[in-house]
């Protein structure tokens, strides 16, 4: 496992707080100067700490306001790569977790409406490597949290 010391952990707190942050306006919370900043938020891209920067979405924003968690079981023997590859065509496929239990792995879907969203499980059902589903429809988001390294 990758090791981060206070300061990187620190970087990686302002960035998660605000990835449009300035190494100036970071370098001034931890301590550092703007390019030491760059220089450690380049090391944390290279040994994979951080993987990268993005906006963060609303998907009810954006028509994409229905989601659900599906438990999949697969047919016989599967390896997590061969699922992944069943999986990755389905645009409403957000994320997909192999998982420990009686299920495979855990799909999680978002789509436009409550039809959308049965149409993409069936189309998910009708993959040659899915044996059986398990759909649980999400009502309200309770929370969700980004990683915090100093917790």
Not at 92 to 102: C, M
Not at 140 to 150: I, K, Q, Y
Request: aromatic share 4%.
């Amino acid at each position: 496992m990758l090791r981060v010391n206070t300061i990187d952990q620190r970087i990686v707190s302002c960035l998660v707080a605000n990835a449009r942050s300035s190494y100036a306006e970071i370098g001034k919370v931890v301590g550092l100067s703007a390019p030491a900043v760059k220089r450690r938020v380049d090391r944390l891209l290279e040994t994979g700490i951080l993987r990268g920067f993005t906006a963060v979405v609303d998907p009810e924003a954006l028509g994409w306001g229905t989601e659900a968690f599906v438990e999949v079981t697969c047919q016989g023997n599967i390896t997590p790569a061969r699922i992944r590859a069943r999986l990755e065509p389905l645009p409403e496929v957000v994320a997909a977790y192999t998982v420990s239990g009686a299920a495979d792995a855990i799909v999680h879907l978002r789509a436009a409406d409550i039809h959308h969203l049965e149409t993409a499980l069936e189309r998910l059902r009708g993959l040659e490597i899915v044996d059986r589903t398990v759909s649980t429809v999400v009502l309200s988001r309770l929370l969700e949290r980004p990683p915090t390294p100093e917790s």
